[in-house]
T-cell receptor, first 114, second 112 residues
Framework: DAGVTQSPTHLIKTRGQQVTLRCSPK?????VSWYQQALGQGPQFIFQ???????QRGNFPDRFSGHQFPNYSSELNVNALLLGDSALYLC?????????????FGPGTRLLVL | GENVEQHPSTLSVQEGDSAVIKCTYS??????FPWYKQELGKRPQLIID?????GEKKDQRIAVTLNKTAKHFSLHITETQPEDSAVYFC???????????FGKGTLLTVNP
């Protein structure tokens, strides 16, 4: 049973660039959430995708956008990168319906913005 | 909005001792309270969860208690082992609000 996977594992970008991170949910799951985890902090909710639409969004600027594909995988895009965007980006998957709050995390993508 | 306070920020115990981490929240509509364990450089791992219609739940050496009236919940780890060393996050969500709100984490160190 495949768990949540993310790619790439690490990424280095410079200020102003754009980045795309990818996530494949756990087998059987249909909902993907994205979180940003700064060093020494708890993960912060960015947004959640279900049925290929953004269902809910946290307190992040429009520079952060996403997409969900028909196979339930998802992308997180960040434009005009800032130094403060350096963080671990985590994807979590869940199954809509009963117990949909139960989310399982991927290994994350560590982004460094120089 | 949702907010969760977690204490202590660091906790050091001897192997075999018990560890307790406490969290308080403000929004009475919160109804799902999972705990995640994150080892250094690894993904957050769900270790136990509790819903607001339950007061206590136990899984081997781990237990969670919830006091809805006082708006606090706690994680109890008994007979700690060195492999329990990690950062533990208390988390909550509410109703149709699908996001998870994390506490700031507790760094637990179990000394052999």
């Amino acid at each position: 049973d495949a768990g949540v996977t993310q790619s790439p594992t690490h990424l280095i970008k410079t200020r102003g660039q754009q980045v795309t991170l990818r996530c494949s949910p756990k087998s059987g799951h249909d909902t993907v959430s994205w979180y940003q985890q700064a060093l020494g902090q708890g993960p912060q909710f960015i947004f959640q995708y279900y049925e290929e639409e953004e269902r809910q969004r946290g307190n992040f600027p429009d520079r952060f956008s996403g997409h969900q594909f028909p196979n339930y995988s998802s992308e997180l895009n960040v434009n005009a990168l800032l130094l403060g965007d350096s963080a671990l980006y985590l994807c979590a998957s869940s199954l809509a319906g009963m117990n949909q709050e139960t989310q399982y995390f991927g290994p994350g993508t560590r982004l460094l913005v120089l | 909005g949702e907010n969760v306070e977690q204490h202590p920020s660091t906790l050091s115990v001897q192997e075999g001792d018990s560890a307790v981490i406490k969290c308080t929240y403000s929004d009475s509509a919160s109804n799902y309270f999972p705990w995640y364990k994150q080892e250094l450089g690894k993904r957050p791992q769900l270790i136990i969860d509790i819903r607001s219609n339950v007061g206590e739940k136990k899984d081997q050496r781990i237990a969670v208690t919830l006091n809805k009236t006082a708006k606090h919940f706690s994680l109890h780890i008994t007979e700690t082992q060195p492999e329990d060393s990690a950062v533990y996050f208390c988390v909550l969500s509410k109703g149709s609000n699908y996001k998870l709100t994390f506490g700031k984490g507790t760094l637990l160190t179990v000394n052999p």
